[in-house]
C-alpha cells in the first residue's frame, strides 16, 4: 500500500514539473516576442532633419512633406515667398511663418537652413528627433560646381571641375559671397565656419556638439541603407520612406574629376573629410547595433521592390526624363544651373492612386507651395517661381 502511494505521488511530481516548464516555457516565449521594437515603438511625429546642400536632400523632403500630410501635421514652413529659411544666413526663427502662434507646437522642420541650434530649439517641440545627410565630399563637391557654377563665384571664374581644384586658391575668395558652396559646404550647413583653420581639437569639438544634438546622421553614398536605418529609428512604414529621387542632374551635365584631384578635395575640404568619415562609420554602426546586415539588405530589396511597384504603377517612361519632356508644366523642376530631371505621370490613374502618384514626383518649390496654402488657407496664396 505504501509503495503505490509513493508511486503516485511521484508520478503527481512529474506532472507539475513538466505543467511548471510547459508554463514557464510559455511565458518566456511571449516575453521575448514583446520585445521586438516594431511591435511596441510608437511612429515618431517630431522631426527636424537639417537638409544639407547636393546630398540627396530634396528626396528626404519629399519623404517628410508626404510623412505631414498623411498624419496632418504641422511643418514649419519658410516665411512669405521664400524657398528657404534664411540661408545662407545663420537660421532665426523670424524665418518660419507663424512662429509665434505656432512656435514649440511644429512636428516638422526640413527646408534649406544654416543650422543655429539655439534657435532652432526655439520653435521645435523638446522631444524632437534630429537627423541629417552628409555625402562624399568629392561627389558632393562636383555636384555644387555644376548646379552653383553661375551662383558660387569661385565656380564661375574657373573653366571646369578639375580647373577649380588644379589651384583652387586662385579662383577663392573667402569673403565673397556664396563661396560657401565651393569649400566645406556641409560644414557651413551645420553652422560652422567653412574657412576654419584645421585643426585636430577644434574638429574634434565640433564632431562632439553634432553627436550631442543629432540623434542620426545618414550617409547619401548609401541612400537605401539610410532609409532603412531612418525607417527604424522613427518607427515608420515601409511605405512612408519609398521614393523617387527628387532634383536628380540629367547624367550628361556630370563632370569626371580626375583621380589626382579627387584626392586634392580630401585637402581643399578637408573639414567635410572629417565629417563624412566620423559619420560614416557612426552610421555602420548604428546599423550593427539596431539590425544585423542581413536584415539591412532583406529591407533594402524590399524597399526596392516596392520602388519598382511603383514606379511603373505611377509613371509614363518609367523613370525619371529631361525637363523638356514634361508634359504638365506644374511639375517641371527648377533648373538650378544645370539640367534637372523629372516625371510624367500615366493619365488614366484612379484619384486615388494618382494622388499618392502626383505627391511622390512634385518638385520641391511646387510643393512646399502646397503644403503651405493648405497650411495657411487665410494668407495670400503662394505661388513657385
Ligand atoms: C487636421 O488638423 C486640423 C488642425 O489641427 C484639424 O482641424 C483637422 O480636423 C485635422 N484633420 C484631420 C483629417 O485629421
Ligand atoms: C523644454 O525645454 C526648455 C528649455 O530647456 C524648458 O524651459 C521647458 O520647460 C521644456 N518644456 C517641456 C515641455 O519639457
Ligand atoms: C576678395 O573679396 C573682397 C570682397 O569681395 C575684396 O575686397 C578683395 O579684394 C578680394 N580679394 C582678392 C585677393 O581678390
Ligand atoms: C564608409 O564605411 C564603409 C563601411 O564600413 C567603408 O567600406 C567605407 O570605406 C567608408 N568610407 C569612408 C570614406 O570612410
Ligand atoms: C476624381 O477627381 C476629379 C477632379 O478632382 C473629380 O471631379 C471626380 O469626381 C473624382 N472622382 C472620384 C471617383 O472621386
Not at 518566456?28 to 546630398?55: G, N, R
Not at 537652413?113 to 530649439?121: A, I
Not at 551645420?190 to 545618414?218: P, R, W
Request: hydrophobic fraction near 35%; aromatic fraction near 16%; glycine fraction near 2%.
Amino acid at each position: 500500500m505504501k509503495g503505490i502511494c509513493r508511486f503516485f505521488q511521484r508520478f503527481l511530481h512529474l506532472i507539475l514539473w513538466l505543467a511548471g516548464l510547459t508554463l514557464i516555457g510559455y511565458f518566456q516565449y511571449y516575453a521575448t516576442e514583446d520585445i521586438k521594437p516594431s511591435k511596441i515603438c510608437q511612429p515618431i511625429t517630431e522631426v527636424m532633419f537639417l537638409k544639407t546642400h547636393k546630398t540627396g536632400s530634396s528626396t528626404i523632403l519629399n519623404i517628410l512633406y508626404r510623412f505631414t500630410e498623411k498624419h496632418n501635421l504641422t511643418m514649419a514652413l519658410p516665411y512669405g515667398n521664400e524657398p528657404h529659411l534664411g540661408y545662407p544666413d545663420s537660421f532665426h526663427i523670424s524665418y518660419v511663418e507663424e512662429f509665434k502662434t505656432l512656435g514649440k507646437k511644429f512636428n516638422i522642420m526640413g527646408n534649406h537652413l544654416r543650422f543655429n541650434w539655439q534657435q532652432v530649439r526655439r520653435i521645435m517641440p523638446n522631444n524632437t528627433f534630429y537627423f541629417s545627410i552628409l555625402r562624399h565630399p568629392a561627389l558632393l563637391l562636383e555636384s555644387s560646381y555644376v548646379y552653383f557654377k553661375n551662383y558660387a563665384p569661385a565656380f564661375r571664374k574657373s573653366k571646369d571641375i578639375n580647373d577649380f581644384l588644379s589651384s583652387p586658391w586662385s579662383y577663392y575668395n573667402m569673403t565673397e559671397k556664396n563661396n560657401m558652396h565651393a569649400k566645406n559646404n556641409m560644414w557651413f550647413d551645420f553652422g560652422y565656419n567653412n574657412n576654419a583653420e584645421y585643426d585636430e581639437s577644434y574638429i574634434q569639438f565640433v564632431l562632439n556638439n553634432i553627436e550631442e544634438i543629432f540623434h542620426l546622421i545618414l550617409i547619401a553614398d548609401f541612400f537605401d541603407e539610410s532609409m532603412i536605418l531612418l525607417k527604424d529609428f522613427l518607427c515608420w512604414d515601409l511605405d512612408d520612406v519609398i521614393y523617387f529621387k527628387m532634383n536628380a542632374r540629367s547624367q550628361q551635365t556630370i563632370q569626371t574629376l580626375n583621380p589626382e584631384n579627387k584626392e586634392k578635395v580630401k585637402e581643399w575640404c578637408a573639414l567635410d573629410w572629417e565629417l563624412y568619415k566620423h559619420f560614416n562609420k557612426s552610421f555602420w554602426m548604428k546599423i550593427q547595433e539596431r539590425m544585423d546586415l542581413k536584415t539591412l539588405y532583406k529591407e533594402v530589396e524590399l524597399l526596392q521592390k516596392r520602388q519598382n511597384e511603383l514606379m511603373e504603377t505611377c509613371l509614363l517612361e518609367e523613370t525619371a526624363i529631361e525637363n523638356h519632356q514634361i508634359k504638365d508644366k506644374n511639375m517641371k523642376p527648377f533648373q538650378g544651373n544645370t539640367h534637372i530631371m523629372g516625371y510624367n505621370l500615366k493619365e488614366d490613374l484612379d484619384n486615388k492612386t494618382l494622388n499618392i502618384c502626383k505627391k511622390m514626383t512634385m518638385p520641391e518649390l511646387q510643393y512646399t507651395a502646397h503644403l503651405y496654402n493648405s497650411q495657411f488657407p487665410f494668407k495670400k496664396k503662394k505661388i513657385f517661381k
